[in-house]
């Protein structure tokens, strides 16, 4: 392992990246399989269950379970977009209009960059997260470069040159703002539990993860469980931050026709559409981090002792394994709550998403931070 | 009318913090996430077809093979949308029931204009003319929408019939003319 964490050359830090992109990338799009097939069970529907190769049909088992789950369906709906005309409406700013979908996939993709996403116990035996850049500023990196997303639903807002998707734009922008508060605000109190005063401070996401492994009852504690209120303004802020139902104003389908995104298609439409699953990766990543212990597999369970339970104790690769198969399992479980909220709860309107937002997300997430403020400091005193 | 006035509670504080509702409509979705789906797997499983449904309009035939319309043009002049179309003929005088004397010698539904209304059977005295079972229907042209006699009798097939009404009146007739001689 020592290869992977010390030798730093351009190259390898290239062929990292590219691999957790060619991750992320598929498990995107197979979320947006996952979305039509939860819709559909909610809905008590099958779902599509009807593309198949025929030479995939001689499969015995295996093809007929690919068909019943849809992938086929995935993936030619990938090949739709790839081959479909690339339609640029005449009215549009053609320049911006075709940068927008792309500046909607680089924050996208970069945020990956500080998620720890799994960690394997080093020689030491300390443990040693699995991320491409293990920065101190962490999760501020996140909200910084997750933030700058917005701007692509402006840009193609208004690039597209009709009430729709200005409207949209608008909306989205407003409410990204807004919720960005209550987001930031709420995770402060993570961080100033994890970090010691007059000590060395880190934002690092890991440092969290690391927190909720500490031995005994109230270190091995995920956050949730602690910090309850924090959880939740977080979570309600992240559906706003990620576009999701019931915050959904930047599409809103049945009043603005598709939103930000209305006089997009083919390609360009998929890139958006990408952006926002990867998006809710990133976002329900951080959460899972934050709040629900990251690769930790239960409560009062850190990777450790899971991993001597599992005898692969001395084995960092096989450990590392099984921790990144931990995380990505909170992850797809986040985002099937993401797709349970969806086709659960409806839409709300605009003036509710701003009362929501600034008259009861902010004050309570200032009075979340206020009381773990004073109980920290009463604690440490 | 009595008219009731409700009072108009205010919301309480769980209920403006929308997260009660949002958990129990989060358990209702799980409930049917879960259930078995309602929906047919459609052209490999239909639908059970209920007693008294309009289908695709037909022509049948009695229980000994006899065509029972007898082109009288009812139906013709009943359609609303004009989907039906008859040309009158007879029956030779050889045949075994030359005594109905006439049958339809061209009888063309149009299935793009029929609107399944079952006036048509409604109104024939024959019970020659049925809605039956079918109710899908396609094809590439106009013209293969058009349902012809053969097929039309094609797709009725021969329903029970308690009547006989034409061997009935056969007897009746041959009876009176023997007791005439």
Redesign the interface.
């Known amino acids: 392992m020592n290869f992977f964490t010390q030798f730093h050359s351009m190259p390898l830090d290239v062929l990292k990246g590219l691999a957790v992109i060619c991750v992320m990338f598929p498990l995107a799009g197979a979320c947006s399989m996952a979305e039509r097939k939860v819709c559909a069970w909610i809905q008590d529907r099958p779902g599509p269950n009807r593309a198949i190769p025929f030479w995939f049909a001689w499969v015995p088992v295996l093809g007929p379970f690919m068909q019943k789950i849809g992938a086929f369906h995935l993936l030619a709906d990938g090949l739709k977009f790839l081959f479909k005309e690339e339609i640029t409406p005449g009215q549009v700013n053609r320049r911006y209009f075709v940068l927008a979908p792309i500046l909607a996939m680089i924050p996208a993709l970069t945020t990956v960059a500080v998620v720890p996403f799994g960690a394997f116990i080093g020689a030491d035996g300390s443990l040693v997260p699995l991320m491409l850049a293990n920065v101190d500023i962490g999760l501020l990196a996140v909200f910084a470069i997750a933030s700058l997303g917005v701007y692509s639903v402006i840009l193609a807002g208004w690039a597209s040159n009709s009430k729709y998707s200005f409207l949209g734009g608008v909306r989205a922008s407003a409410q990204l703002i807004s919720y960005e508060l209550s987001l930031t605000l709420s995770v402060l109190p993570v961080f100033l539990w994890i970090n010691a005063p007059g000590g060395p401070g880190t934002l690092g996401l890991a440092n969290a993860v690391e927190f909720q492994s500490l031995p005994g009852f109230w270190g091995g504690t995920w956050f949730l469980f602690l910090m309850p209120v924090s959880a939740l303004v977080f979570l309600i802020a992240l559906f706003a931050e990620t576009n999701r139902q019931p915050f959904d104003m930047a599409e809103s389908e049945a009043d603005l026709v598709g939103g930000f995104h209305t006089e997009y298609g083919a390609f360009k439409w998929s890139l958006f559409f990408v952006a926002e699953y990867c998006h809710m990766i990133i976002g329900s990543g951080v959460f899972i981090l934050l709040f629900l212990g990251g690769w930790n597999p239960l409560p009062w369970v850190p990777l450790a002792r899971f991993a001597g339970w599992l005898g692969i104790a001395g084995l960092p690769l096989l450990v590392g394994t099984v921790s990144v198969v931990i995380f990505l399992a909170k992850i797809l479980l986040m985002i099937f709550f993401f797709m349970w909220v969806r086709w659960t709860v409806p839409r709300f309107r605009y003036d509710q998403v701003m009362r929501i937002g600034w008259r009861i997300l902010l004050p309570l997430a200032v009075a979340n931070l206020l009381f773990y403020v004073i109980g920290i400091a009463l604690l440490q005193r | 009318m009595a008219v009731v006035t409700l009072e108009r509670k205010p919301l309480s504080f769980a209920e403006r913090?929308y997260l009660p509702q949002?958990a129990a409509?989060?358990r209702?979705?799980?409930k049917?996430?879960f259930?078995?789906?309602?929906?047919l797997?459609y052209p490999e499983e239909r639908p059970a077809i209920p007693p008294g449904y309009r289908g695709v309009p037909t022509l049948v035939k009695d229980p000994n093979g006899r065509e029972k319309c007898v082109s009288c043009q009812l139906c013709e002049f009943v359609c609303p949308p004009k989907a039906i179309r008859i040309v009158p003929g007879g029956i030779p005088e050889s045949a075994a029931n030359a005594n109905v004397e006439k049958a339809p010698q061209a009888f063309d539904i149009d299935m793009l204009r029929c609107i399944y209304c079952g006036l048509c059977q409604e109104v024939c005295p024959e019970e020659a003319i049925f809605l039956q079972n079918l109710y899908s229907t396609s094809g590439y042209s106009r013209g293969e929408m058009v349902n012809h006699k053969e097929r039309l009798y094609e797709l009725g097939g021969t329903l029970p019939d308690t009547h006989f009404k034409w061997d009935r009146k056969r007897k009746a007739a041959e009876e009176a003319a023997g007791r005439h001689v």
């Open positions: 913090s949002v409509g989060l209702i979705t799980i049917h996430l259930s078995p789906n309602k929906t797997q």
